[in-house]
């Protein structure tokens, strides 16, 4: 006989079994035990979705976090294998979990979102959700409804988000920053694509022709004249296919008034619906502009002044002191001058001899603007060039001193006018020297050196100390004009035809055989056989009518071949 006795709360059963052995004895057994209906109505629901079809393949086995949930209760019915690494749980532990222990949004909140997700699938439900650690996860939520055995239940992928939410925030910072930044200069910016069109505007709107709202989405042409538009989109072009930063003037007509602009084009690396992108950004100048006329002025009136001085237009030592003053140049100190030479200054780029001389000038300016930025030195320009006055001090090591300042000014000129070439920059150096008359010394060795350097341009040095200048030293006059072409004429003229007629390139065989290179040197450097320089030394000797062995020859056709390189282009 048994006898079952189910206490009130329905948690406790008492169960008495009387039974007999096999002697015939009583035996009774008494056992109390919890009921587990709710455990085993929970293993009933699992067992359920473990007969679904397919649901250890697309859920248990989802690399992707994946929970079910009791839409009545919250309860956490199950998780794959995903969810127990995410969150740090075991799979028990989370089975006796509700998702308001993971979820930290306020209860209402999650009971309307289970509510809604009961009755229809939503994408990208925005929740924090908390890990076993503590730590805090920004997620997105994918949930639905799901029926499993004629039960409807809440089937929830959860995407952990808190590292692009965290890229983005600090993306807006920086935003926020570039655009503080950018408004905050007076500067006008754009952010422009290859067709022109622009993406952004940042800066002073007064600086602007129409109101900034009315860039956006709109072309170049849309908004500024044809000339202007068309200029500034070729800029814009032409950095991108480059991928280098390019700088212009820009002229725009803004209120009825033409404004100047110093513009900069720099091409970006993101892509914007599939279009290439570059900044522009453009400062005012007129106030830069008028600084700049007020540097040419004084730079052309101490040039003025000074080459006065070297003229002898000025010879009391009371004068010049006063002159010297007013310039704020020191003569009682040491100093040593460099001439700077440059091909742009004698070249045929302007059609009238006016046009050119105001091209001279203009790059001549510019060149004595970038100079003056050097400090301790006095930069004056001259009808053939620019002179820069140095401060320096007497010693052992001062010509390597003046080397180094001479070759910062020739980088400084090269950096700032990238139209400039490498092999049409020379520099001349003098020695040290004090006073009125060590000044005109200074600039009498520095042309000569300056000459010297020109001279040997296919060297690529480029800069030349009056102690390197060798013959012309003896040169206080450029070695220009008639006596210099019938000189040349005179002494390599044929060879100079021959090259010409033949298109063959002997003076530069010449050249080498005079500087004391030996035939199979001179072959080496020209890609030549040895026996083809033997050739070429006896056809020279035979076009020249010389013995190129002779001591005096060889100086004459030397010095032929330096003033060739120093007026080539007048010839």
């Given at each position: 006989m048994a006898l079952v006795l189910n206490c009130v709360d329905g948690e406790l059963e008492l169960i008495v079994l009387n039974s007999t052995n096999s002697s015939g004895s009583a035996i009774e057994w008494l056992t109390i035990s919890r009921d587990n209906s709710g455990r085993k109505q929970h293993e009933q629901h699992i067992q359920e979705m473990e007969n679904g079809y397919g649901y250890r393949q697309i859920f248990q086995d989802s690399p992707v976090v994946g929970i079910i949930i009791d839409p009545d209760t919250g309860n956490i019915l199950d998780a794959n294998q995903a969810a127990?690494?995410?969150?740090?749980?075991?799979?028990?532990?989370?089975?006796?979990?509700?998702?308001?222990?993971?979820?930290?949004?306020?209860?209402?909140?999650?009971?309307?979102?289970?509510?809604?997700?009961?009755?229809?699938?939503?994408?990208?439900?925005?929740?924090r959700h908390k890990l076993k650690d503590g730590s805090i996860r920004e997620?997105?939520?994918?949930?639905?409804?799901?029926?499993?055995?004629?039960?409807?239940?809440?089937?929830?992928?959860?995407?952990?988000?808190?590292?692009?939410?965290?890229?983005?925030?600090?993306?807006?910072e920086s935003n926020r920053r570039l655009r503080d930044f950018a408004e905050a200069v007076s500067d006008i910016s754009f952010i422009i694509d290859e067709d022109g069109r622009y993406l952004d505007v940042f800066g002073d709107?007064?600086?602007?022709?129409?109101?900034?709202?009315?860039?956006?989405?709109?072309?170049?042409?849309?908004?500024?004249?044809?000339?202007?538009a068309d200029f500034i989109l070729n800029e814009v072009q032409q950095a991108i296919i480059s991928g280098i930063q390019r700088k212009g003037i820009y002229e725009i007509q803004i209120g009825g008034e033409k404004q100047y602009f110093l513009g900069r084009t720099v091409p970006l690396t993101y892509i914007v619906n599939g279009k290439r992108t570059a900044a522009v950004i453009a400062a005012d100048i007129l106030e830069q502009q008028e600084n700049t006329l007020q540097m040419i002025y004084e730079l052309r009136r101490r040039s003025d002044i000074i080459n006065s001085v070297l003229d002898g237009k000025v010879d009391s030592n009371e004068s010049f002191a006063y002159t010297c003053s007013s310039l704020g140049l020191d003569i009682n100190l040491p100093a040593f001058v460099c001439k700077i030479l440059n091909y742009s200054f004698d070249s045929g780029d302007c059609n009238s001899q006016l046009a050119k001389i105001n091209c001279d000038r203009k790059r001549k300016d510019k060149?004595?603007?970038a100079l003056s930025e050097i400090p301790n030195c006095i930069v004056w320009g001259c009808q053939d060039g620019i002179y820069v006055l140095c401060y320096a001090t007497f010693g052992k090591h001062e010509w390597e001193r003046s080397k180094e300042i001479a070759s910062l000014i020739r980088t400084k000129l090269l950096e700032d006018d990238s139209s400039m070439s490498v092999m049409s920059v020379f520099v001349g150096i003098s020695e040290v020297h004090t006073g009125i008359e060590g000044l005109k010394k200074n600039c009498r060795q520095a042309l000569s050196a300056v000459l010297a350097a020109r001279s040997r341009a296919v060297d690529g040095g480029g800069v030349v100390h009056y102690r390197e200048a060798g013959l012309f030293q003896f040169v206080s006059e450029p070695l220009?004009?008639?006596?210099?072409?019938?000189?040349?004429?005179?002494?390599?003229?044929?060879?100079?035809?021959?090259?010409?007629?033949?298109?063959?390139?002997?003076?530069?065989?010449?050249?080498?055989?005079?500087?004391g290179a030996s035939i199979?040197?001179?072959a080496e450097k020209q890609h030549l056989h040895p026996k083809s320089v033997i050739y070429r030394h006896k056809s020279i000797a035979k076009i020249l009518n010389v013995d190129l062995n002779d001591y005096q020859t060889r100086l004459t056709l030397g010095l032929a071949l330096q003033l060739y390189k120093l007026n080539a282009n007048n010839l």
């Open positions: 127990v690494d995410y969150y740090g749980y075991t799979l028990e532990e989370l089975q006796v979990m509700t998702i308001r222990q993971i979820n930290i949004a306020p209860r209402g909140e999650i009971d309307e979102c289970i509510n809604k997700v009961s009755r229809n699938h939503y994408k990208a439900i925005p929740f997620v997105e939520i994918y949930s639905g409804p799901v029926k499993l055995k004629g039960r409807i239940l809440i089937h929830s992928l959860i995407i952990d988000v808190t590292a692009r939410r965290r890229a983005e925030a600090d993306l807006r709107e007064r600086m602007l022709p129409v109101p900034e709202t009315e860039f956006l989405g709109k072309t170049i042409h849309q908004v500024l004249s044809e000339d202007s060149m004595m603007i220009s004009g008639n006596a210099a072409r019938e000189y040349i004429t005179q002494h390599i003229g044929n060879l100079l035809e021959y090259d010409q007629t033949k298109q063959t390139n002997y003076l530069v065989t010449l050249e080498e055989l005079l500087r199979r040197e001179t």
